[in-house]
């Protein structure tokens, strides 16, 4: 069982940076992946950014490539997401979330969620 909580979200104007924080409780296995993804008011869950907990092999969405960062720190249970050049369409709800990711980008392929944390980027 993994228990996860974000942190970090709020008001941003365009261009400008956030960092979500997302603490885990509970094991990580090294195979794991904590992946961060979104969802906009009337859209569907999108995926932006997972990491390998074991080796740090990341991967991101296409439309958050070059502006945002992924990254964990095993010691602390603790994953990252650097959101730099921000724009408005990036503004949603952004969770964490943890499991085996085996498909990187489908949310069905992790088995646990955090509450989310809004993200809101004007312009």
């Known amino acids: 069982q993994v228990h996860l909580v974000e942190s970090g979200g709020g008001l941003v104007q365009a261009g400008g940076s956030l960092r979500l924080s997302c603490a885990a409780s509970?094991?990580?296995?090294?195979?794991?992946?904590m992946g961060w993804f979104r969802q906009a008011p009337g859209k569907g869950r999108e995926f932006v950014a997972a990491i390998r907990w074991g080796d740090s092999r990341s991967d991101y969405g296409d439309s958050v490539k070059g502006r945002f960062t992924i990254s964990r720190e095993n010691a602390q249970n603790m994953g990252y997401l650097q959101m730099n050049s921000l724009k408005p369409e990036d503004t949603a709800v952004y969770y964490c979330?943890?499991?085996?990711?085996?498909?990187?980008?489908?949310?069905?392929?992790?088995?646990?969620w955090g509450q989310g944390t809004q993200v809101t980027v004007s312009s």
């Open positions: 509970g094991r990580m296995f090294s195979t794991y992946r």
């Open positions: 979330a943890a499991g085996p990711g085996i498909l990187v980008g489908r949310s069905s392929e992790y088995d646990y």
